[in-house]
């Protein structure tokens, strides 16, 4: 499921860029989705489900590209860099 995610993130961030309200709506629909599946076969990396359920769609992004330095958010975690 990953890919699709990952996919979906991609098209997501675009639409952002483009204000496509439509497509925005449509993949937000669709992670949601994604999030819901994963949460009830147990698919999704716990980190993955968090930035997904929290709507951080950049952060999942950066963590499907195996990104290892992903900066803190409100909701805690490490320190981000300064």
Sequence with gaps: MEPQI?????SLLDAIKRSDGQVVAAEMER???YLSRGQS?????????HFLGKRSYAKALMF???ETDIPAG?????????
């Design 6 to 10: 990952k996919a979906s993130l991609i």
């Design 31 to 33: 992670l949601d989705d």
């Design 74 to 82: 409100a909701c805690g975690g490490r320190p981000a860099k300064g």
């Design 41 to 49: 076969d147990g698919s999704l990396h716990p980190q993955l489900e």
């Design 64 to 66: 499907l590209g195996g």
